[in-house]
């Protein structure tokens, strides 16, 4: 996020070198939306890996896991 957001926002200034005829205002403005929708990915990223992560441990801690039992012959 450091290389959308003001100050450092590095590909904003990219940006601005590439399309004069934007302010750096109007760029920030622009690029104000993809910064309010990275958190939003975050958290679905945070909330569906721990769903995943609690479905694979009840899966693990059941009865059908014999993957790692020893085999009896």
Request: hydrophobic share 50%; charged share 15%; net charge neutral.
């Amino acid at each position: 996020m450091a290389v959308i957001t003001p100050p450092v926002g590095l590909i904003l200034y990219v940006i601005d070198a590439i399309a004069p005829d934007l302010s750096i205002g109007q760029i920030i403005r622009r690029a104000l939306p993809f910064v309010g929708i990275e958190p939003l990915c975050i958290q679905i990223l945070i909330t569906f890996n721990a769903d995943l992560i609690d479905q694979y441990s009840r899966q693990k801690s059941g009865p059908a896991d014999h993957r790692f039992s020893a085999r009896v012959h």
